[in-house]
């Protein structure tokens, strides 16, 4: 007879079967048998958050800069439903995660016990799925299908809700590999047909004006995917833009790259998007935020959609060539198929696309990422300029929160390698960045981990410092302070006649005091002048630094897609061009 | 056309708009059915009507039967979201009026009147298979099977002859001939 376990040390048996090795998590009444037995499993480390919805943030960007799931533990009632945001921001932009959740103990579920929340109900839709185990003996099973559920597919986060009774009963543990016996996102893996390799490979010795649009699938994918992306490109001579959270996959300083695309992409991307013969979506969904108007999107181009979730594709956008799959495998094959029939294809092919890459040369000498630098107060695009140029020689994580800061640091941060860029995209969550860069850190010891932030989405989630401290995580948080919610502030003043209603923020605190207060170290930055020997200076200090860069309160961010429109009615600036004098430009 | 003021773009062009039965083959495990009916609500699509019960006692699998209305996108939409389900084994969908399907809801009605207002309520149900469930002098529990539009029908010819309640099943489904859905 197997020996039997309690339910608490199932749940430590299967993560480590699992090899995680940290946890991030709060405890509280209904996970204690969990904690308790927390000692006895020295290869887990435990990272106690302030907040469960930093916990589940940090889990995040663990994930996402490792590559493996991230584990959540939290209690029941608020400590669940505290992680809801994380795990919804998780479920947008396809993050392995897995929450372990607390419950009251069963026979006092649906009696409105103390701190009982409808936790498994309250999930069902951030998570791919959720469960309320009932049967200790049926831990290990849901469990290790977690694991699964969360890392197949389109990755995303799951649930495990234990109530407190099933922790404390003991039942047997069995290490359950592959219970899954269908592909999670619906069709059944396939291998990919030599025909739909040809129709692929057919449509781009056709194009004269074609573009790659690869979003964060190539990411998710792993790193092998961002090598047989750059091959493919190579291989093809053909243009390449990247949604947000793609960037890196492929090197943003290449020259056959065009810079992001979307609603504050590049001028060239947009509108090579919209004039282009041949679309090829990988690992991108046709985001709104991309799209613009859906009914003057492309309008004339052929388009191919690879994506490992079918129900991605066709969802806002129809297309002509959809292929199911996991992007490495699928790039693999094709280049693989591409090579053998098609040597030399660069050279041979120029002459057709070379009227497309002059068109693009004019699209590009607008320099729509330009904006008039000064040499008064610091322009928050120079602040990352300047960011950039000082960590882009050696390897740097970047974190966001979500705002006019975010779309900066991606159009002005410049990524060479996949996992290196962490940002809500898709929920947009405010807050997003300090706690990730936690979990970024603790998963790239060693490694510089900066969060490009603004001072108001910082604040949704400034407690986290504590954790930062605690854990010796010298995470750097780089504030473009405005005092402005920015990104509302550019949206009242262009849309709604600059009533810039509650978007102004009044007695912030003193971040240099609030640092030290925390145990970090505070610096500001107030002129341009004084801007690059404080940037080195956070650099040089290994401890967690709250850097406050006071930057011009009313600046804007452009290019932008105004809503309602196509791809090529972009704003390039204020007044357009005309007021941008040679001088001021800055050359991205 | 008035400056817009979202953030979001304009909505496109509708397309046509097609009813679908839609069945699905589900782990009969709790909380099921909350998965399915949500992902109809949080998605926006719309739920005519419902059928389900377990119809395999061993492998505890329940089949669902959907009525629902919407453009090709979303029905297509539908059924990939249905599919990614982790409880959720396959999905069938079909147009209504497809010559190759059977339909069937049930019906069961109270009529109060007397002998000869009953005798024309048997009239009026007999083409549709009624059974009588219940008879007192002055009642009648009457079931009738037939398509949505025949009860929908009947409900109304029926209320002038006493009829004081209504209990509808949502519409269940079967393929003819040999064949079954896939």
């Known amino acids: ?588 | 056309m008035a400056k817009s003021k979202s953030a979001y773009s304009v909505p496109g062009k509708i397309g046509k708009i097609e009813r679908h039965i839609i069945v699905v083959w589900v782990d009969n495990e709790a909380g099921v059915l909350a998965r399915i009916a949500g992902l109809f609500s949080g998605r926006g699509y719309n739920i005519e009507s419902l059928a389900v019960a377990e119809v395999d006692k061993k492998k505890h699998i329940s089949r669902i039967t959907i009525v629902t209305e919407g453009t090709p996108q979303v029905i297509e939409q539908i059924n990939l979201q249905l599919k990614k389900l982790v409880p959720v084994h396959k999905v069938a969908d079909f147009k209504r009026g497809e010559k190759d399907i059977l339909f069937r809801e049930l019906a069961l009605f109270k009529i109060l009147g007397n002998s000869k207002k009953i005798e024309k309520v048997k009239k009026i149900c007999k083409k549709f298979n009624p059974v009588i469930l219940d008879k007192t002098n002055k009642s009648l529990v009457i079931q009738v099977t037939a398509l949505r539009a025949e009860i929908d029908k009947l409900a109304l010819d029926l209320k002038s002859l006493g009829l004081i309640s209504t209990s509808r099943t949502g519409a269940v489904a079967m393929t003819k001939g040999p064949k079954t859905f896939n």
């Open chain 1, 1 to 588: 007879m197997p020996k039997l376990l309690s339910g608490a040390k199932i749940v430590f048996k299967a993560l480590e079967d699992q090899k995680v090795e940290y946890i991030f998590g709060y405890p509280g009444g209904a996970v204690l048998p969990i904690y308790d037995e927390l000692k006895n499993h020295k290869s887990i480390k435990h990272i106690l958050a302030r907040h469960e919805q930093g916990a589940g943030h940090s889990a995040e960007g663990y994930a996402r800069s490792s590559g493996k799931p991230g584990v959540l533990l939290v209690t029941s009632g608020p400590g669940a439903t505290n992680a809801v945001t994380a795990l919804t921001d998780a479920y947008m932009d396809s993050v392995p995660l897995v929450c372990i959740s607390g419950q009251v103990p069963t026979h006092l579920i649906g009696t409105d016990a103390f701190q009982e929340c409808d936790t498994t109900g309250i999930t069902r839709p951030c998570t791919k799925h959720n469960w309320l185990v009932k049967d200790v003996n049926d831990l290990s099973r849901v469990l290790h299908l977690a694991f699964e559920v969360a890392t197949t597919g389109r990755p995303g986060p799951v649930l495990v809700d234990i109530p407190k009774d099933i922790q404390f009963k003991k039942g047997k543990y069995k290490f359950f590999k592959n219970t899954l016996k269908k592909k999670l996102n619906g069709k059944a893996s396939k291998k990919i047909s030599n025909s739909e390799l040809d129709k692929f490979i057919d449509l781009i010795k056709k194009s004269s004006k074609p573009i790659f649009y690869t979003g964060g699938g190539v990411i998710n994918s792993g790193p092998e995917a961002s090598k047989h992306l750059r091959e493919l490109v190579s291989l093809t001579g053909f243009p390449i833009t990247s949604t947000l959270q793609g960037l890196g996959a492929y090197p943003g300083d290449d020259p056959q790259f065009l810079g992001m695309l979307g609603m504050h992409g590049t001028y060239e991307a947009n509108n090579a998007m919209h004039d282009c013969d041949l679309m090829i979506n990988i690992g991108a969904r046709f985001d709104d935020r991309i799209t613009g108007k859906v009914d003057e999107f492309s309008p004339g181009s052929k388009k191919i959609h690879v994506d490992i979730d079918p129900s991605s594709i066709g969802k806002n956008i129809k297309v002509d060539l959809a292929i199911v799959s996991d992007v490495t495998e699928l790039l693999e094959a094709l280049n693989k198929r591409f090579k053998e029939k098609n040597k030399n294809f660069v050279s041979s092919n120029k002459q057709k696309t070379s009227k497309w890459w002059e068109q693009i040369g004019k699209w590009r000498e607008k320099k729509s990422l330009n904006f008039i630098n000064s040499n008064k107060v610091i322009k928050p695009q120079h602040a990352v300029q300047r960011l950039y140029e000082l960590t882009k020689n050696q390897d740097t994580f970047i974190t966001t929160e979500v705002g006019q800061h975010q779309m900066w640091a991606a159009q002005h941060y410049k990524f060479n390698k996949p996992n290196r860029w962490m940002t809500s995209g898709g929920l947009g969550t405010m807050g997003y960045g300090l706690p990730a860069a936690i979990g970024v850190q603790i998963a790239n010891p060693g490694k510089l981990v900066v969060d490009i932030a603004g001072e108001a989405s910082v604040l949704m989630t400034m407690q986290e410092m504590s954790t930062a401290v605690q854990y010796r995580l010298p995470i750097k948080i780089f504030i473009l302070n405005n005092e402005y919610m920015g990104m509302v502030r550019q949206w009242q003043e262009l849309l709604h006649e600059k009533n810039y209603s509650e978007s102004y923020t009044a007695a912030l605190p003193d971040f240099v005091k609030l640092a030290e207060s925390y145990g970090c170290v505070g610096i500001r930055a107030k002129t341009p002048e004084e801007l690059d020997e404080k940037i080195q200076e956070m650099i040089n200090v290994d401890k967690p630094v709250i850097f406050d860069c006071v930057v011009d309160k009313a600046e804007n961010c452009f290019p932008m897609i105004p809503s309602g429109k196509p791809h090529n009615q972009m704003i390039l600036g204020p007044e357009e061009e005309e007021q941008i004098s040679d001088e001021g430009k800055i050359l991205v």
